[in-house]
Nanobody, 121 residues
Framework: VQLQASGGGLVQAGGSLRLSCAAS????????MGWFRQFPGKEREFVAA????????YNASFVKGRFTISRDNAKNTAYLQMNSLRPEDTAVYYC???????????????WGQGTQVTVSS
């Protein structure tokens, strides 16, 4: 599976962005997908995950209903809808694929290149 993340950018606090993760390869539809983010000098941290079928999903506690992960298997694409963005959400966001839903980055076999999200105050 090859992954291409996009949709990042600069947004004001309180605004929204939708990240996309386009996948190539036949295994996407059998893969769980996850989103992670990384702050400068920090470890990559889990944001959200979704099973191969689209249900269930799981979010990190800091999401607090602001982010929604989804997927469209017909389009080989996963999404992360981010609302009510805060300056502390500023990070590089990565999508990843795994055999099953997981919160640990060690469980993910394939990674996209990352997309920068910057939230101004």
């Amino acid at each position: 599976v090859q992954l291409q993340a996009s949709g990042g950018g600069l947004v004001q606090a309180g605004g929204s962005l939708r990240l996309s993760c386009a996948a190539s390869g036949r295994t996407f539809r059998r893969s769980a997908m996850g989103w992670f983010r990384q702050f400068p000098g920090k470890e990559r941290e889990f944001v959200a995950a979704i099973s191969w079928s689209g249900y269930p999903t799981y979010n990190a506690s800091f999401v607090k209903g602001r982010f929604t992960i989804s997927r469209d298997n017909a389009k080989n694409t996963a999404y992360l809808q981010m609302n009510s963005l805060r300056p502390e959400d500023t990070a590089v966001y990565y999508c990843a694929a795994a055999p099953a839903m997981a919160t640990s980055k060690a469980e993910y076999d394939y990674w996209g290149q990352g997309t920068q999200v910057t939230v101004s105050s």
